[in-house]
């Protein structure tokens, strides 16, 4: 789910850039900066969540590892 966050938050800055160099309306500006601003908290929940999801696969079946990347 990770990578439809990135996804999500990569058009919205390339759609944000297009239209600050075409001089676009700024209601449009608004809506590509919410659109970042949204997707930031998503992604955040999503890697919390695979690195909850990967501790508890990894207590219930020993064969699977942390990789810890700190």
């Known amino acids: 789910m990770v990578p439809f966050a990135l ?3 990569a058009i919205f800055i390339l759609a944000g850039a297009i239209l ?3 001089d676009a309306r700024d209601s ?3 809506t ?3 659109g970042i ?3 930031i908290p998503g992604l955040l929940t ?3 969540h695979d690195a909850n999801r990967r501790r508890r696969r990894a ?3 020993p064969e699977f590892t942390i ?3 700190a």
């Open 7 to 9: 996804g999500g938050i």
């Open 20 to 22: 600050l160099i075409a």
């Open 28 to 30: 449009w500006l608004w």
């Open 32 to 34: 590509c900066l919410a």
């Open 37 to 39: 601003i949204c997707g």
């Open 46 to 48: 999503m890697l919390r």
């Open 59 to 61: 207590l219930s079946h």
């Open 67 to 69: 990789n810890d990347p």
